[in-house]
């Protein structure tokens, strides 16, 4: 019998597998992109801070409650100190949200774009690999599962001014495009990741490595 299977087509099919058996086999990280601008920060000497909400509608809930906590937190690691949010030396506003979702297509089942290639740099689209079209081209006998995934792109913003003046002296934004939109899970990654080398080179863009939820 002729032998169908060319050395570069079974070189194809054993990519395919290995990504869909890595892919299958354990949760992959994902990246967030955090922004951070600073100007006469003090360093933490003693100074006092508060986390407040940003959105009114949030202040009080008990949910922003546990979020700010995470805030808190990182800000004690750094040496500030909490305070009273009418006495602090630093306030601290914090939002944080993720939207409704939106389809995204990919080729060959799951969509490694919050895997080894993270962002939109890997994965598989219509456009090809990379942005370039694949050499085996959108339709293929061989190729040819198309799955649909919901993403969700979270994001969390901290501003922090003195109270002196109202001089704001710190501004961060971290955004994460992910398969998750549970902010329990979201919020908390987000926040250690805006504070990871904080304060950061100022006006500078960083991707920071978040752990998948787990399932």
Known sequence: MKNVFSAGRIAALALAFGLAGALGGCAQPFDASVSRFSHELPAPAGQTFAVVAEDPRNAGGLEFGQYAQ??????????YVAGDPATSNLVVEFDYGVDKGRDKISMFGPD???????GYRGGFYGGGFYGHRWGYGL??????????TTVYTSSIDVKIKRRSDGQRVFEG???AVSPS????????????????????????????SIPAEKK
Not at 139 to 148: K, L, R
Not at 181 to 208: C, H, M, W
């Open 70 to 79: 995470v805030v808190s937190e990182q800000l004690r690691q750094l040496g």
């Open 112 to 118: 490694p774009y919050w895997g080894p290639w993270h």
């Open 139 to 148: 339709y293929n006998p061989w190729f040819n599962d198309v799955d649909v």
């Open 173 to 175: 934004k971290a955004q």
């Open 181 to 208: 939109n549970r902010l329990s899970y979201l919020v908390p990654n987000l926040v250690e990741a805006l504070f990871k080398g904080f304060p950061g080179q100022s006006g500078q863009t960083v991707r920071i």
